[in-house]
């Protein structure tokens, strides 16, 4: 009874072990990281990419880098900015953004940005989609992300313009 009982202490101890072994000690990057948001852009008919934005905010006083995003629902994601190139707005990727510390990251429209490229299935108003955030540290957090329509977001703003009694 007793040599049973010791087995199975013994094999929790080693999988308590591995356990931390494979993480590092800290506190992971991304459970220092707040989404607030987020949303995709819904794909034209015939665009081969769409846009995810959120509002990152970084608890910790420590700057914090997401180096990588992947989803669900599309081949690649990739981690964009718009450069401002003598009035010429470029796109170009970039290997990290930057949170600062105790502050944030805005991901929106005109700005940072995570391109998801070449989607595998269609990024419709009305769907979610998964996306995996990944930070320096090799810890990572999945944002769960509304996709919205930019027309009826447009037409939204109106008529809430029109309609003051809302």
């Not at 006083?61 to 470029?90: C, F, P």
């Not at 269609?122 to 995996?132: E, F, L, Y």
């Amino acid at each position: 009874m007793n040599f049973r009982l010791n087995t199975t202490t013994y094999a929790l101890t080693l999988g308590l072990l591995s356990a931390l072994s494979s993480s590092p000690l800290l506190a992971a990057q991304a459970d220092d990281i707040q989404v607030s948001d987020p949303f995709t852009r819904e794909m034209p008919p015939g665009a081969f990419a769409s846009a995810a934005f959120m509002t990152l905010t970084n608890q910790s006083d420590q700057n914090i880098q997401l180096v990588k995003a992947s989803t669900n629902v599309a081949k690649s994601a990739e981690l964009h900015t718009h450069t401002n190139n003598n009035g010429v707005m470029r796109m170009r990727q970039v290997s990290f953004f930057e949170i600062p510390a105790k502050g944030e990251a805005k991901l929106q429209p005109g700005g940072n940005h995570i391109m998801l490229i070449s989607p595998t299935q269609p990024i419709q108003a009305g769907h979610n989609v998964t996306v995996t955030l990944t930070f320096k540290d090799g810890s990572s957090k999945q944002v769960d992300m509304p996709v919205k329509s930019i027309m009826k977001q447009v037409m939204k703003q109106h008529d809430h313009d029109h309609k003051h009694h809302h």
